[in-house]
């Protein structure tokens, strides 16, 4: 059967007003709207509902029995789905979020500051982790979602870009390169280089622009956080390639390299998989941030 919510509604309306006129005001519908949903549904059901006067409109023995149990059902469904809306409209809650340090440590704290303010009974739980373990975690459920650099494999999830991160070279302020406005990629050849390793989502990206533009890598030492390599730096080990959201000390010099090379950040989630209400907002409000451009330090 093909029945509608609103043939049941249409009909149940005319059985309480026993007037097609009355029961289309009631429903804020016209009277034409309303007489062909119940003959809709009496063609569904193959039975007549009502016998039609010239005064009123009343109910068959059908009629009647279709009267008392839809009653109960939409009085059920009603509250089934008043119950639904209200938990949408929750502000009360926890949402799990695995992001890669570098985000971590500039949109993040952002984002949790701005829905503590705006829904105090909201918690956000952040899980930093390295690239492979953010992808885990969204893969596995253990959070509701996660935010990446360029996921190599999507096929497993639901992914929207939310900005771009260009990257910059930092070096000391008595490197030769500080001197310069901007440093052409071709200038890091030869260069010692202190980079992330291969558990951050960076460092295929990097390999990827260098080998783009022709250099072979010196690379001296390989760290798992933007902090280790900017130490090293300060100690005169090289000089690093870092995203602009990284949040180097004020000691080093900040350049960027050109041409332009950027890095995407993605929201994720597991493929087919709809994200709660609460989660929702959160994924929503990090878009907002992300489109404001408030993020870009350079």
Known sequence: ?????????????????????????HLHLSQPAVSRHIAELEAE???????????????????????????????ELEGVLGHVHS???????????????????????????????????LTIQLHDQAQMLVLDSVRGGEVDFGIAIDPPETGDFDCETIMRDPFYLACRPDHPLAGL?????????GEPLVLLDYSSGSRRL?????NKHGITPQVVQQTGHTHTAFR???????????????????????????????????????????LSPLASLVWDRLRELAANGKLTPY
């Open 206 to 210: 990097i390999d990827q622009a260098l």
């Open 232 to 274: 090293m730096v300060e100690a005169g080990l090289g000089i690093t390639i870092t995203p602009a959201l990284s949040s180097p000390p004020p000691s080093l010099a900040m350049r960027p390299l050109t041409p332009i090379e950027q890095r995407t950040v993605m929201l994720i989630h597991r493929r087919l998989r709809s």
């Open 1 to 25: 059967m093909n029945i509608s919510l609103r043939q049941l509604r249409a009909f149940l309306a005319v059985a309480r007003q026993r007037h097609f006129r009355r029961a289309a005001e």
């Open 45 to 75: 059901l193959g039975v007549r509902l009502f016998d039609r006067t010239t005064r009123e409109v009343v109910p068959t023995e059908t009629g009647r029995y279709l009267e008392s149990a839809i009653e109960r059902v939409l009085d």
């Open 87 to 121: 938990e949408g409209e929750r502000r009360r809650g926890k949402v799990r979020i695995a992001s890669v340090p570098t985000l971590s440590a500039s949109l993040m704290p952002i984002c949790i500051a701005d829905c503590a303010r705006e829904y105090p009974e």
């Open 181 to 189: 406005k901007s440093v052409p990629w071709k200038k890091l050849q």
